[in-house]
C-alpha cells in the first residue's frame, strides 16, 4: 500500500515530509526519487529491472499493473536494490 501513495522512505516523499534536504535521487542528481523512478528509471538499479522484465516483459514497464498483480515479482526487485534495507530490512524478501 505504501508503494501505491507514494508514502515511503524515499528523498521524494521524505523531503516533502521534511526529513531529506533534498526529494533528489541519490544516484540521478536532478531527478526526484519517487516510486515510479526506482522501479521504472534509475539507473543504478539497471541490472535487477532487467531480470524483472526478463520475468514479467511488457507488464514489467506498467506502474499500476506491477503495484497490483505483481506483487512478489516487484518486491523481489525492490529487496535486490538494496533501497529500502535501511527502513524495512528483511522484511521485502519474498517468501
Do not use: W
Not at 520475468?55 to 506498467?62: F, G, P, V, Y
Not at 506483487?71 to 530490512?89: I, S
Amino acid at each position: 500500500m505504501q508503494l501505491r501513495t507514494g508514502h515511503v522512505p524515499l528523498n521524494g516523499y521524505l523531503h516533502r515530509i521534511g526529513k531529506a534536504d533534498s526529494p533528489d535521487c541519490p544516484h540521478c542528481p536532478g531527478h526526484r526519487e519517487d516510486v515510479r523512478h526506482v522501479i521504472l528509471e534509475c539507473d543504478q538499479y539497471r541490472r535487477a529491472r532487467h531480470t524483472l522484465q526478463k520475468k514479467l516483459r511488457r507488464t514489467a514497464i506498467h506502474l499500476p499493473t506491477l503495484l497490483s498483480r505483481h506483487v512478489k515479482p516487484l518486491l523481489k526487485y525492490l529487496h535486490q536494490t538494496g533501497r529500502f534495507n535501511p527502513a524495512y530490512g528483511e522484511s521485502l524478501k519474498p517468501k
